[in-house]
């Protein structure tokens, strides 16, 4: 069974004092860190996926539910989805390369793309990082999978 939906982290982490975070958005990147430490401790690989849709989406508070069952197709059971805003998903693929992670974002992608198509919703963006020397915290993983993100096709 798809771990829980979590609700956590806001688009510029690094701007939001921890202590000052709502408890959702501590809740997540604590799952993202969480699953960081156990990469580092036993040599794991772990990689990190953001789904971004516009703030004026036409399918309003649908956004999260729409997202929710779109990417929860294309996820395994042990992986992690999280709310990162109301238009901004995050899941964390656990045991998953930078390789691996290119062909779950490539179907994430498609499928995204066709659902985006049907609701004509435009303005979707998919990236991700992969835990690495470079990438060893939430934060890291965070700012390059946002950086790298890039717009589905419709």
């Known amino acids: 069974m798809l771990q829980s939906w979590l609700v956590g982290a806001e688009p510029a982490l690094h701007d939001v004092p921890r202590e000052a975070a709502r408890p959702a958005v501590s809740e997540f990147v604590g799952r993202i860190e969480e699953e960081l430490e156990r990469a580092k401790r036993f040599d794991l690989r772990l990689s990190l996926v953001l789904i971004d849709v516009p703030d004026e989406s036409p399918i309003g508070d649908n956004v999260a539910s ?6 929860r197709q294309e996820l395994r059971g042990s992986d ?40 004509k919703l435009a303005g979707v963006r998919v990236g991700y990082a992969a835990f690495s020397p470079e990438c060893r915290t939430a934060e890291a993983l965070l700012s390059r999978a946002a950086r790298e993100a890039q717009p589905v096709a419709l």
């Open 80 to 119: 992690v989805l999280g709310t990162m805003s109301g238009h901004r998903v995050g899941a964390i693929l656990t045991h998953t390369d930078s390789s691996a992670s290119d062909k779950v974002v490539g179907r994430l992608r498609q499928r995204l793309g066709e659902a985006a198509t049907r609701l």
């Open 66 to 71: 729409w997202m929710q069952d779109t990417v």
